[in-house]
């Protein structure tokens, strides 16, 4: 599985560029703001949450939320269910949920309307990765990392059956290999 370099999607490099530059945006649009929750999503988002959190300016703290998705046959049924929730109240804190990837939308739908009926003052959406023309709900995501179309990626956090979260870089499954 993926084993050869001609399968990577976006090179380690580039993730770690594209990922400066998003903390550079979101530190800028949350200067002064007294503080910014992140809210990591287990566990895809660990490595990119990671890397992330390091390299904003501003003062943070990391939490962690685990969902998962009801499958019907290899389908998501888009019904998600929480399986962690945050350790801390987030009434009145400012919130940036951070996912590895948004695919037809039902999770991160899920997590934001969930976190906004807490009294957050705040609640916004990163993804480093959305995959184009599959939403099946409209979210609204303020920070992304890079579109990429309908296939199934894995690395810098993101797995297929567990397998090749650890990569540096994120690469296409194909499932000839
Ligand atoms: P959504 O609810 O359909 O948007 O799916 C989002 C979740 O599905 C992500 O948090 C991932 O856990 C998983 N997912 C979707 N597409 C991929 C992929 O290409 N590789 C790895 N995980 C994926
Ligand atoms: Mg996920």
Redesign the pocket.
């Known amino acids: 599985m993926s084993k050869p370099d001609s399968n990577v999607l976006i090179a380690e490099s580039e993730i770690q560029q594209r990922v400066g530059e998003l903390a550079t945006q979101i530190s800028a649009d949350y200067a002064g703001k007294g503080g910014l929750v992140l809210v990591g ?1 287990l ?3 660990f490595i990119f949450l990671a890397d992330l959190s390091r390299r904003l300016t501003i003062p943070r703290v990391v939490e962690f939320i685990a ?1 998962s ?1 009801y499958e019907s046959g290899s389908a ?1 049924s ?1 019904a ?1 269910r929480l399986v962690m929730d945050v350790r801390e109240s987030i009434e009145g804190k400012h919130v940036l949920v951070v ?12 997590l934001m309307e969930m976190l906004n009926t807490r009294g957050a003052a705040s609640v916004r959406a990163c993804a480093l ?1 959305q ?1 184009t023309g ?3 709900v409209e ?1 609204n995501i303020d920070y992304v990392g890079f579109q ?1 179309g309908d ?4 690395g810098y956090g ?3 059956a567990e397998q090749d979260r650890t990569l540096p870089d994120i690469r296409v ?1 194909q499932p000839e290999d």
């Open positions: 999503v566990k895809g988002a969902v998705s998501s888009g998600v996912e590895d990837i948004v695919d037809t939308g039902h999770t991160m739908h899920y990765l995959k599959c939403a099946q979210v990429i296939k199934w990626v894995v993101l797995d297929y499954i």
